[in-house]
């Protein structure tokens, strides 16, 4: 079973997710972080800028989840861009160090196997930051996504677009295809850490956690990993049929254990 934490709102989120990042990086100065996109893991970025103030972060390695195929790194909403405005500089992590899946459609036949053997290379992910979809997808991959699934392109579904399209001029101007980090690649990491927040999220999360295991709701794949933690606001936790046992759980946790 995941850890599930359930906090008052998405900045406490942040600060309690920060702060465990924080721990790693004191452990293992080259640290890799698996870079997620979107508005749910900001409050982990804004928090992870104060409580890193005075720590050096220039030796920490990312992964990004995934990219869209057909728009150039420089367009203000590819996830290159997206990682660079919103994590890289601000936490002064060295752009060499954090990669993003390429999306160029003349390089895709080959660059889902290179961007896992840069994964394999730098040892592994070691803290997964994740969002879910409202279809219960992660990264991007939608629900039918095998749990042995790695990087590769993937056919965004209309309903993946229309929830994107606030970050586009138009829904038109949302990329039909991504290439993603596959359910098994996810997997691997090490810790995987799932935020989620608001009633829209409400029912994922429950079906995620508490539901069947199955590739029509991608996100229930957390069920089969060894450390798994799941932090939600009180809206997106109000489906969790085992709510008040979560939150007993996390009151009586033993001191030092972190996430």
């Known amino acids: 079973m995941a850890e599930v934490v359930i906090v008052s709102s998405p900045e406490d989120a942040g600060t309690l997710v920060a702060a ?7 452990r293992d100065p080259q640290a890799v972080l698996g870079l997620a996109t979107g508005s749910t893991p900001l409050p982990v970025y804004r928090a992870l800028r104060k409580q890193a103030a005075g720590v050096d972060l220039s030796g920490v390695r990312g992964f990004a989840l995934d990219e869209y195929v057909g728009i150039a790194p420089e367009h203000p909403e590819s996830y290159a861009s997206v990682i660079r405005r919103e994590v890289v500089e601000p936490l002064g992590l060295d752009p060499k160090l954090v990669h993003v899946p390429d999306g160029d459609p003349e390089r895709i036949a080959v660059s889902g196997e290179e961007y896992e053997r840069a994964i394999e290379a730098a040892g592994g992910v ?7 979809g409202t279809d219960g997808h992660l990264g991007f991959n939608e629900p039918g996504s095998s749990f042995a699934s ?3 392109v993937k056919t965004l579904t209309a309903q993946t677009r229309r929830d994107n399209a606030r970050f586009f001029p138009s829904l038109d101007d949302v990329p039909r295809h991504c290439i ?3 359910l098994g690649t996810i997997l691997r990491a ?28 991608p996100a229930s794949a957390i069920q089969l990993h ?3 933690t799941v932090v939600v606001d009180e809206e997106a936790a109000s489906q969790l049929r085992m709510a008040e046992y979560y939150r007993y759980a996390w009151e009586n946790k ?6």
Do not use: C, N, W, Y
């Not at 090490?190 to 995620?208: E, M």
């Not at 033993?254 to 996430?259: S, V």
């Open 180 to 182: 993603t980090q596959g």
């Open 226 to 228: 060894p450390h798994a």
């Open 150 to 152: 790695r990087t590769r």
């Open 190 to 217: 090490r810790h995987l850490v799932l935020l989620a927040f608001g009633a829209g999220k409400a029912a994922a999360v429950a079906g995620a956690v508490e539901g069947p295991l199955t590739a029509s709701l």
């Open 20 to 26: 465990e990042i924080v721990r790693l990086v004191g």
């Open 126 to 132: 070691d803290l997964q930051i994740l969002g879910i």
């Open 254 to 259: 033993p001191a030092g254990q972190g996430l």
